[in-house]
């Protein structure tokens, strides 16, 4: 079995890229669903995050918009909720491996791959990029979303240049998507998975 992490930064492509792999038949596991999961209504996570920050949870419900705006501004604090939620995601991964132990490829969407150091565990690194403009332009669409909310989020994020150069493949979501998806396919070939099996 060959572990693919793919990763990138925000507004990048990551999920239309994931979707390609799953298309094609590799089995995706997906870190920020499981999250969402986990902080979701009845989620494994909310009562904990209600002890770390108390207010961000009312009638059992995750506010993720008071929780983001405490972790962008206090590196402690968001230190403290990855200590939480990654042990947790982690256990989720490993669940997901068993139950595609037959799959001659699997990949795992992990937005803070290399931020992480978490590369080592796999067997190859996609980094799914795109200009700048374009990146900037699909995430300021976003519901909620500002500027300095993005800047934010950038800043705890490693560059996009440094990214591309730690990668063994670089998926360019700049372009139309069939072009995205020829890539796509390209990797899997080079790494012997015609079709995704």
Do not use: N, W, Y
């Amino acid at each position: 079995m060959i572990r693919i992490a793919l990763t990138g930064s925000i507004g990048m492509g990551k999920s239309t890229v994931a979707a390609m792999f799953e298309r094609a038949g590799v089995p995706v596991f997906d870190a920020d669903a499981v999250v969402r999961q986990l902080q979701g209504a009845g989620g494994g996570l909310v009562e904990k995050i209600a002890e770390l920050f108390p207010g961000c949870v009312r009638c059992g419900t995750l506010d993720r918009e008071c929780l983001a705006q405490i972790v962008l501004a206090d590196p402690a604090k968001l230190a403290a909720l990855e200590q939480l939620v990654h042990p947790a995601v982690r256990a989720a991964r490993e669940q997901f491996i068993a139950d595609h132990a037959d799959a001659a490829a699997l990949v795992f969407e992990i937005p803070l791959l290399l931020e992480t150091g978490g590369q080592a565990e796999f067997d190859k690194v996609v980094v799914v990029s795109a200009p700048p403009d374009v990146q900037r332009g699909r995430v300021l669409r976003r519901t909620g979303m500002t500027v300095a909310k993005l800047d934010a989020i950038l800043a705890r994020q490693m560059p996009d240049a440094e990214k591309r150069a730690r990668a063994d493949f670089v998926v360019d979501t700049g372009a139309d998507l069939s072009t995205t998806e020829s890539q796509v396919g390209d990797i899997l070939a080079c790494l012997g998975i015609p079709g995704g099996r």
